[in-house]
C-alpha cells in the first residue's frame, strides 16, 4: 500500500517536471539586449494598480529586447525602451492586447531613437 501512494506520487512530480520543462520561455537574458528606442504608450482597461498594471509590467519585461517597462497608472500610460533590432513598439502592443482575454488596450503614441 505504502509503496504503490510512493509510485503514485513519484509519477505525478516525474509528470509534472515533464510539463514543465516542455513549456521553458526565452527568457530576455538569453540574447543581450541594447536599447536604441524608446516608445510612449497609451494602455487603456486597467482598473486597479496591483492587479492589471503588475500584469502587464511582468508580461512585457519578460520579452526579449525589452531593456525598460514601466506603467503609469495614473495616466494609463507606459514608457518603454528596447532593442530594435528584437522587438517594435508594434510587437509589444499586440502582446498587451491579448492579455487577460483582451481587457487592455495599448496605443502607440510616439517612438524616438536614443
Ligand atoms: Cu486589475
Known sequence: MKTSTLLLLLALLLGSCTFNSSQKETSAADVTAVANT???????????EVGCKKLIEK??????????????FEHNSAHMEYDSTMVSADDVVKIINTINNGAYTAIV??????
Open 38 to 48: 524608446s516608445a510612449e504608450l497609451e494602455i487603456r482597461g486597467m482598473t486597479c
Open 59 to 72: 508580461t512585457v519585461r519578460k520579452t526579449a529586447g525589452i531593456t525598460k517597462f514601466d506603467i503609469d
Open 109 to 114: 503614441h510616439d517612438v524616438a531613437a536614443l
